[in-house]
């Protein structure tokens, strides 16, 4: 099992920036192969932003979010990042961090979550 843990979620203004943190641990981290931050807007699905392979530095990212978003992978840490730009009112969301063995997340283990809020 592996354990995630979201934090850096708040709320801030139009154009603004946040940076969200996912510190994972437990003995099976190093046999999942993906980590991926996803959201969940109110009423909406919940939707991938930005998904990484942990062995390596190529990340997908939502058309919606592609030039604002950034994430990245601290493997000494076991942390994965999510710097965010420009923010706009319809990047309000729940944001979640996941972990599994594929990249198409079957079944992942999910973080409790973190609210960003853009006004």
């Known amino acids: 099992h592996v354990q995630l843990v979201e934090s850096g979620g708040d709320s801030v203004q139009v154009g603004g920036s946040l940076t969200l943190s996912c510190a994972a641990s437990?003995?099976?981290?190093?046999?999942?192969?993906?980590m991926a931050w996803f959201r969940e807007a109110s009423g909406k699905e919940r939707e991938g932003v930005a998904i990484r392979a942990t062995a390596g530095v190529t990340t997908r990212y939502a058309d919606s979010v592609l030039g604002r978003f950034t994430a990245s992978l601290d493997s000494t840490k076991n942390t994965l990042f999510l710097q965010m730009n420009s923010l706009k009112p319809e990047d309000t969301a729940m944001y979640y961090c996941a972990i599994d063995h594929w990249c198409t997340f079957p079944r992942p283990n999910w973080g409790q979550g973190t609210q960003v809020t853009v006004s």
């Open positions: 437990g003995p099976d981290y190093t046999s999942r192969f993906c």
